[in-house]
Structure formats: C-alpha cells, structure tokens
C-alpha cells in the first residue's frame, strides 16, 4: 500500500512528491491527469523563455474547460494547465510573492501560524536569487530567480519605465524587496541558461525521479476519492483502477480540487444529494471563496525603432505596483505589466501593453459540479467584480494607463492607443493555422503601412469602435467596457480555504487537512483565503514546502 497519495502534478503536486520522497520509508505516488514533462522532454516552446506560445496552445490545457468572468458576459475558455508541472510549466514565468500583509491576512482570517514571518522561510527555502542577497532571499532553493539584463529589455519598456519615474514610479530594483509602490524590473524563475523550470523538472529532478518511493503517473485521470466510513483509503481512476493509501492529498488546483472532494462527497449536501452523491462531510464552503485577479489593458502601436530587437527575450519585462487609494482597500492593490510585445504573432510583435489587474480583489465565485462523470468540466463562476472596488479599480486602470501611453515622451516610440483586453475574439484569432496566419500577416502589413489612417484602422478592425477617448469622457461607456471586457490572469485560488474549524466556510485546517474527515489534505492555491498581491505560483510553492514540512514533523512526533 502507498503511504502517500498525491492527486495532481501541478506546481504543488510536484513539490510535496519531491518534498516527502526524502524520506526513503515513505511510499509516494504522484498521479497527474497530462503527460509527463521532464528536463529531457521538455518541448522547445516550453523551454523557452518567451511563453507566449505555450500558455494557449490545448495540448496543454484542460480543453474544455470553460469560465464566466463576471455578468452577463458568457462563459468563455480557461486555460488551465493539465501536464506534470500544471501552470509552472505554461506560465508567464514571473516570481513574485505579494506582499508581508497578505500572509498576516490569513492569520487574521483564523489560519493560525500563517502569517509573515513563517512563511518567509518557506520563501527563502524555495528560491535561489540571482540578483539579490540578504534576510528576504534564499541562495540554495531549487526555483532560480533573476531579471532581464538591461540590454534586452525593450525600447517600449524603457520608455514606459522612464515615464513611470518622472511620474512618482521609480524603479525599485527588487519586486520581492520592500511592499512600496513603485516600477521594477520583474522577477522571473528561469534556469541557468535561461529556460523554463518547472516544478517537474527543478523540484523533480532526474536525480529524484529515481528514488525507489517515488512513482510518478502521468496521463492517469482521477474520478474520486475512496473512503471507508469518513477514512480516506485512496482513489479510483478515470481507468477505473483502484489505488489505496494510507494518506490522500489532492493538489489538483483551484478549479478541480474541489471538483474531486465534491465527487467524492466532501462539500454542501444538498447540493450533492441533488446529484445523487453520498455525503461524506457537509462542507458547505467546498468551491466557494473562488478568486482571481481580474484585468484590463491598454495597448499601442508599436513604431519600428520601439520593437524588441529580441522575440525570444521574455515578454512581460517590467511591472508598475501602485495604490489606488479608494476606501477599504490595501497599499499597493493594483499592478500594471508591461508587456514588451503582446502576443506571440505578428499582430502582437507590433503591439505594446500596459496589462493591468487587481491585486488584491474582493469579488468572490464558486466553483460547482454540473454531474457526478468526473469528464464533465464544473461551472466556474468568476463573479468579477461583484464587489464595486474591483470594477472601480479596473477604471482607474484604464485611466491610468491612457495616462501613461499618451505622455508627450511616448510619442517617439508608440501610436495608435486603445483599450484591450483577452477576448475570446482575440484568443481566436492567437489560434494556430493557415487562415489565421495569413489574417494576422495581412493586418500586420495594413498597421505598419497605415500611417495617418492607423488610428482608424485600429478602430475598425481591432476595437471595433471603442476608443480611449470615449472611455475616458464617459463614466458609463468606461463601466459598460470594463464590464463586458473583464478578464482573468488565470490565478484562481481559494475554492477549498483553510480557516478555523469554527468557520462554516473553511475547508481544512492550517495544515491542510480536510474537516469531517480522516487522512485527507489538500495543498494548492485552492487553500488561500484570500487572494495575495502576487502572481500565484510562487506563493502555492511555498504552501506545499510548508505543507511538506508539517507532514513531516507530524510523522516524526
């Protein structure tokens, strides 16, 4: 028998499977959905250190999977990695952490010894940085951390940089430094010769990969997990083999974490009697508490003289961090990337961006099943900006923005502003094949030549009549854009929180483990109780070095 069972192979999977393997005693097993991604078998796109290709590309994605940012929008895909390494082996490859205020956050919200100062070891612990010593970074972790060299980064950046300075912004240096407002040069995990690095592959090394009590599982679905009263005994595969355990841990994300515990009985029982599911625990607040950070853009015509000289340099070279300042919100609540081209095409080799989003959103969905056949996506229900300071924040972004582009300095580099925003007409035209290329080759060719007539022909073609400066004269053609152009940054988090065994609300304890039953966790991003100021990764591999930890301390006692 296993001792121990990880359901999912995604940033966190790989991490605990790593993580607990050490011990040689103990038995692991690590089962994941997708293919198996290692050092020897990473493809070229997911090598590389631009990822713009590989974060829309279905052969890594749960392809059918889909999502309602907010109403009435309709649901719309969202990708969601489905491969050993989950999103740390498709992601934008940013490493940041948020701020010291989120963590004391979750204390707050009842997640005893989660505050700052335990969690920063976890950091540390995780992380080799390249560019910055002292008590904030690690030197040895398994995760390498640096910042593109100046000469690379981009003459749209470095005008977009130097305008953010004289505007109150300067750079900073170190993203993962002090929690101040401010530009910096944004940190990315790449290896030393500046290609991607996956949970699968630094954490999961060759070397790991051939411990005798580690097996890894790759394109092995999971349908539920087994129990015998409320005792957790392992799962039953898609295949319909049965694997028993003597521990489960789901790390299957934030979307289909709670997708699993609530096939499996675990969640609010009325809703899974509707379904015909035999309640094992009635944990109402199984799929709620779901988060994101919802985004807008604004974009620009990139001249020739302000194009990266570099197309497989990383894309989102610098970030702005800035406080909007509204009531009842947090210091540094919003982020802007700057985007050095704006896709992996033609189109967005010639386009700029100023990608915003909310960094510490209010709004809150749920997660719920639609049927008990694990090959049925759940209904994801975003609800962005159901709370007013998100949809207030995402006008000031905008604003912001237009600001930015539109000061006498950019003149030099870009043209042609507009509002922007991951559509799914722009998701569709970013698709693979002959008509597209030869749309997208068309349009490239008509931006450049344009001259006087670019502004309409942006109008035209790609905004379909929305401008800037309609948006920005009135209040409610900028709340009917932002509404209907809403989109994520695919962190979704908090759907199975951690919390007080007193909260209704709380899925599982501070160390993981899921309330009304036995040998059961959960460890990914969906434990988060509320949304850090960060792109996700990073903070969900400091919860599973934690959760690792505590696994391990438990069993030594």
Not at 232 to 247: F, H, K
């Amino acid at each position: 028998m296993i001792d121990t069972l990880i359901l999912g192979g995604g940033s966190a999977g790989c991490v605990l499977a790593a993580r607990l393997s050490e011990d040689a005693g103990r038995q692991v097993m690590l089962v994941e959905a997708g293919r198996d991604i290692s050092a020897s078998t990473m493809p070229a796109e997911i090598r590389s250190r631009y990822p713009g290709r590989v974060y829309l590309d279905t052969n890594n994605l749960w392809k059918r999977l889909s999502a309602r940012m907010s109403t009435p929008a309709s649901p719309r895909r969202y990708e969601q990695a489905r491969l050993l390494g989950g999103g740390s082996a498709i992601n934008a490859l940013m490493a940041n952490r948020g701020a010291p205020a989120d963590y004391d956050e979750w204390e707050s919200l009842g997640v005893s010894g989660w505050n700052w100062a335990a969690c920063l070891p976890a950091f540390r612990k995780l992380e080799t940085d390249i560019d910055f010593t002292g008590e904030l970074h690690g030197t040895n972790g398994p995760v390498r951390i640096r910042r593109t060299e100046a000469a690379r980064i981009s003459p749209f950046v470095r005008a977009v940089l130097n305008v953010l300075d004289r505007s109150g912004y300067p750079n900073r240096g170190d993203q993962n430094g002090p929690w101040e407002d401010g530009s910096f040069i944004g940190s990315i995990a790449v290896s030393d010769e500046g290609e991607r690095i996956p949970t699968s592959v630094c954490y999961l090394t060759d070397q790991v990969r051939q411990r005798s009590n580690l097996s890894i599982r790759t394109d092995a679905s999971v349908d539920r997990i087994l129990f015998d009263g409320t005792r957790a005994t392992g799962a039953l595969l898609g295949s319909g083999e049965v694997i028993q355990a003597r521990n489960v841990i789901v790390c299957a994300g934030a979307i289909h974490s709670p997708a699993m515990l609530l096939r499996s009985g675990i969640g609010p029982a009325d809703d899974l009697r509707a379904l015909g599911i035999k309640v094992i625990a009635d944990r109402p607040g199984v799929g709620g508490n779901l988060m994101e950070h919802p985004s807008i853009a604004v974009s620009a015509f990139l001249k020739k003289s302000a194009r990266t000289r570099f197309p497989e340099e990383h894309h989102e070279q610098a970030i702005v961090r800035f406080s909007s300042g509204l009531p009842d919100t947090v210091a540094g609540d919003m982020h802007g990337a700057i985007l050095s081209r704006s896709g992996w095409h033609s189109i967005g080799y010639r386009l700029g961006t100023l990608f915003f989003w909310v960094n510490k959103s209010y709004s809150r969905g749920r997660v719920t099943l639609v049927s008990l056949d694990a090959r049925d996506e759940p209904k994801v229900e975003f609800n962005m900006l159901s709370d007013a300071r998100d949809l207030d924040r995402l006008k000031l972004a905008v604003r912001f923005g237009a600001t930015a582009l539109s000061d006498p300095a950019m003149t030099e580099w870009a043209g042609a502003l507009f509002p922007s925003s991951y559509s799914p007409r722009v998701a569709k035209v970013a698709v693979p094949g002959v008509r597209n290329a030869l749309q997208r080759g068309a349009l490239s060719v008509l931006l450049d030549i344009a001259g006087p007539w670019r502004a309409r022909l942006v109008r035209t073609l790609v905004t379909q009549g929305v401008t800037l400066e309609t948006l920005l004269g009135d209040d409610q053609a900028m709340t009917e854009f932002v509404t209907r152009s809403v989109g994520g940054t695919w962190h979704p988090s908090g759907t199975c929180r951690m919390g007080a065994p007193e909260n209704p609300h709380a899925v599982t304890g501070s160390s993981g483990l899921v309330y009304g039953v036995e040998n059961l966790r959960v460890c990914d991003a969906s434990l988060m109780p509320s949304i850090p100021c960060a792109n996700t990764n990073i903070p969900t591999i400091m919860i599973a070095e934690r959760i690792a930890e505590m696994i391990r301390s438990e069993t030594a006692q």
